[in-house]
């Protein structure tokens, strides 16, 4: 365990206006290869709504459900309320959140590629699972193994993107995950949609080709640079002041190496990262990688794409009307994306969490009070109001899409310290898939039970997460990772959380901001 005082910092003072480098074709082709990664776990995520709605799959595997959604006399509410169709989706989160914690030693003892490369190969084992399955246990040891891969690939993949990304472009390059994942959910809705009616194994083409995205990361994975930061941490510096050079396409890193070198030193005394994190001096780190992912799933997002279809219905679309609501609002949070990456580095991360939150909280609301006012268990909406309500879940789905969406996995990616940041990547994979199960195996059951109410209690969330980031989460655009300990020590709650600790060259704990440009640390 470190030491007290400077030793336990790791960086001592900034550097940042030193450092040196551009964006190099390495750092670009390195970071679309790692982006892989989110596409394969968009593509999951999006190809089982579809494969839920085929009715082959349905009187194969869920015969229940499958009378249930074709009788005309069922609850608009209650037609999917079955825990074995939630046990489903379900069960590919908790297997990520298991694997998750076993991913953390793994990423600091081998490398970032190498959680890449398992993730890649459980992947391949899941879909090839899928796409032979006979029976429900081969089918949820299927999608198990994609859990598995989840864990490792989003353990792995948004450390070594905000590891590899020079710091003025981190958080673009970092939402490469996130336009990644909304990308394989738009192509998993686009190829549900060509698959529906190839009767009786269109469902099994969706789930196979699941296999593509996963070779594409497991080579890609392989054939990747390690990243400087993992390098120095094992002992290789000659071998990570190499690729440093390589990526930054400039000799002149010393003030980068410098920073990677003293934040390795801390690191390499760690025994224990997860013991350590729980330290006062990471709690604010802490509370982020438990609140950001945690947040990220209670806005909401999933319950609004599972609805989008009976909303869909009511507007005429037919048999067609999940797969035509799943493309329509993927296809609006992959573009959606498109609008943060360009502008997360120049209006910065809080700007866009509130601004979002906002959004987002007025369109829950509406949706409730038309749906509460005009929609029944057993009565559909007129044209006018479902085309109103289609828009507004557009808008929903878009404000989450450049807000937190890809911010809420940039944010906990970028702010820990070198000695435990896979621990604290793990502990943020880990929350995430902890309550994006809790919400896919209980939210069939809470749409029957809340039925417009549920969109009320989503826009609640919104409303305290918003807050949150309101108060308690510095800026931190264009703060170089290494120097991101630096921050909290500025800002006016946590200062006064974490503990009294010297700095260098004027950094009090307790300055409230010392030298650096305090509008950037708000």
Request: glycine share 10%; hydrophobic share 50%; charged share 15%.
């Amino acid at each position: 365990m470190a030491g007290g005082g400077m030793a336990a910092l790791g960086v001592k003072k900034e550097r940042a206006a030193e450092y040196k480098g551009r964006m190099t074709w390495a750092v670009a082709m390195a970071c679309l290869v790692a982006a892989v990664g989110g596409s394969i776990f968009g593509y999951d995520i999006g190809i089982s709504g579809g494969v839920t709605s085929m009715d082959p799959f349905l009187e194969k595997f869920f015969p229940v459900v499958f009378r249930r959604k074709n009788s005309g006399h069922q609850n608009n509410y209650c037609k999917y309320d079955n825990q074995g169709l939630s046990a489903f989706t379900s069960s590919l989160y908790l297997a990520g959140l298991v694997s998750s914690l076993f991913a953390s030693p793994v990423t600091r003892n081998y490398g970032r590629r190498a959680s890449i490369v398992c993730g890649g190969i459980s992947f391949l084992i899941g879909a090839i699972l899928n796409v032979a399955a006979v029976n429900l246990a081969m089918l949820i040891l299927g999608r198990i193994m994609l859990g598995v891969g989840i864990g490792f690939g989003n353990q792995g993949v948004p450390l070594y993107l905000s590891e590899m990304a020079p710091a003025h472009l981190r958080g673009a390059l970092n939402m490469m995950f996130q336009l990644a994942t909304t990308l394989g959910i738009f192509t998993a809705n686009m190829i549900n949609y060509g698959t529906q009616n190839i009767n009786p194994w269109g469902w099994r083409l969706s789930l196979g080709l699941a296999a593509v995205p996963a070779l594409l990361m497991t080579v890609g994975g392989l054939m990747l640079p390690e990243t400087p930061n993992s390098l120095i941490e094992r002992g290789r510096s000659e071998e990570g002041r190499r690729v440093l050079e390589r990526i930054r396409g400039t000799a002149d890193v010393d003030a980068e190496f410098m920073d990677m070198t003293e934040a390795s030193e801390l690191a390499n005394t760690i025994e224990n990262p997860f013991r350590n994190i729980l330290e006062r001096r990471n709690r604010p780190q802490l509370v982020m990688a438990v609140c950001m992912p945690a947040f990220q799933i209670l806005t909401g997002i999933n319950s609004i794409l599972f609805y989008a279809p009976v909303l869909f219905q009511t507007m005429g679309f037919g048999a067609d009307a999940s797969l035509y609501s799943s493309v329509i609002t993927g296809a609006v949070l992959c573009l959606s994306t498109l609008i943060s990456i360009g502008t997360v580095d120049r209006l910065g991360r809080r700007k866009l969490l509130i601004s979002g939150g906002i959004q987002m909280i007025v369109c829950q609301v509406i949706v409730a009070v038309i749906l509460g006012v005009k929609f029944g268990t057993d009565k559909q909406l007129s044209r006018s109001y479902s085309i109103a309500v289609v828009l507004v879940i557009c808008l929903f789905v878009m404000a989450f899409g450049w807000s937190w969406g890809p911010l809420g996995w940039t944010v906990p990616s970028e702010i820990f310290p070198l000695e435990t940041r896979s621990a604290g990547q793990s502990i943020t994979v880990a929350v995430n898939l902890f309550f994006t199960f809790v919400i896919a195996q209980a939210f069939l059951s809470l749409l029957c039970a809340l039925k417009f109410g549920i969109f009320l209690f989503f826009a609640g969330w919104i409303t305290v997460m918003t807050v949150f980031v309101y108060i308690f989460l510095p800026e931190t655009k264009g703060v170089p990772i290494e120097e991101m300990v630096l921050l909290w020590r500025k800002h006016w709650f946590w200062k006064k959380v974490m503990p009294d600790m010297p700095l260098e060259d004027g950094w009090g704990a307790g300055d409230g901001g010392g030298r650096a440009d305090d509008k950037n640390h708000s």
